[in-house]
């Protein structure tokens, strides 16, 4: 058994939460943590959520730029990716997450949701596809 992979969508004022079943086949949206100001509550947060779902990895999202170069947000990610693999003791691994906003707005808006309401879960359903695409290539 491969255990549970967590997948998260860092952003400015939000961060996405995906979880995997135990099998790593499938990632669900699962929350959106909304930013408090403070880098190490926000990774409290989510070493709580590791610890909850016994995940084994956790997965973070990295903006690489359309042409594949690693910019100011790739940078970010990249040490932010590094400070919460101390918060959260598990092996924290990184995945392109190119268009991964743009394919999660489309899915929420095909669904029917009110702007609204995608607004809301956008994040966290970026982090599931985000999730996806590492667990379909791993």
């Given at each position: ?41 926000d ?62 707005e ?33």
């Open positions: 058994m491969l255990g549970r992979a967590l997948g998260i969508d860092l952003g400015e004022r939000r961060i996405g939460v995906a979880v995997s079943d135990s099998d790593r086949r499938v990632a669900t949206p699962l929350a959106v943590i909304e930013r408090s100001g403070s880098r190490n509550r990774h409290q947060q989510i070493a709580s959520i590791v610890q909850e779902y016994e995940a084994q990895v956790l997965v973070v999202g990295l903006p690489l730029s359309l042409d594949g170069g690693t910019g100011p947000a790739a940078i970010g990610a990249e040490r932010e990716a590094r400070q919460l693999e101390a918060a959260v003791g598990v092996p924290v691994l990184t995945h392109d997450e190119r268009l991964t906003t743009v394919i999660a489309r899915s929420l808006a095909e669904s029917g949701l009110d702007g609204q309401a995608r607004r809301r879960r956008v994040d966290m359903v970026a982090a599931s596809v985000i999730l996806q695409g590492w667990l379909d290539s791993s």
